[in-house]
């Protein structure tokens, strides 16, 4: 199956049927982007978030995307409408960004590609939904009220999806994927920076491996 996100496809249920946890993952060293890559897909997640906050980011997506085809990697921490472009050029397939605001939602839509906006209020929320966007990330999920926020949010708001990022563990991860409102979390615990340092793809390959226990009752369907 092609990674590829297209436009009319919902990027929550695309990234969830990859997997039930979106590694948000942190590269210092460009010659850890592909080996990570390919360690999460060997472990049954051929997803990436790699997020814009080193000077190599952008050569890893470009490089992870050229050499591992397999997985679908976009480009997290988009804080600037400069952002956005440059992680399109370099060959993103979906953005992140941990809050919106009129300019960066209006980049993100212009680049085409499918996106997640962040927000962490109900006034954020409504606000992302005043322009047709229903899906959006959570951040921080843990500080701005964790699954108990999203749960309260779910009634009022029944239209808006989210992937909560911000906190999230192993041991609450099941909490957040329960919620009907979530179809899938952020998470950085599968790539330990301690396991990329030292080039331990067996470890990013078994804790990818972990999350498969996480998935929450129906998203078997989506993963079918």
């Given at each position: ?28 060293d460009l010659a850890h ?38 997985v679908l990697v976009g ?150």
């Open positions: 199956m092609s990674p590829a996100v297209s436009p009319a496809e919902s990027l929550l249920d695309a990234l969830a049927e990859r997997a039930p946890v979106v590694p948000v993952v942190v590269v210092d982007a592909v080996p990570v890559a390919r360690a999460l897909a060997a472990g049954g997640v051929p997803v990436v978030e790699l997020t814009l906050r080193t000077p190599v980011a952008l050569d890893a997506i470009r490089a992870i995307a050229a050499e591992v085809p397999e480009a997290g921490t988009v804080v600037t409408p400069d952002q956005a472009e440059q992680a399109r050029a370099a060959g993103a397939q979906f953005l992140v960004s941990p809050g919106a605001t009129p300019r960066l939602l209006a980049a993100m839509d212009a680049t085409g590609l499918p996106f997640l906006a962040g927000t962490a209020t109900v006034s954020e929320v409504l606000a992302v939904l005043e322009t047709g966007r229903t899906e959006m990330k959570f951040f921080p999920a843990e500080a701005s009220g964790g699954a108990g926020f999203l749960g309260s949010v779910a009634s009022p708001v029944p239209t808006a999806r989210f992937c909560p990022t911000g906190g999230i563990t192993p041991g609450n991860a099941a909490a957040y994927l329960a919620l009907p409102n979530v179809a899938c979390v952020g998470g950085s615990w599968l790539t330990p920076k301690d396991a990329l340092a030292a080039g331990d793809w067996a470890r990013v390959t078994a804790l990818a491996g972990a999350t498969a226990a996480l998935r929450a009752p129906g998203q078997d369907q989506l993963a079918g």
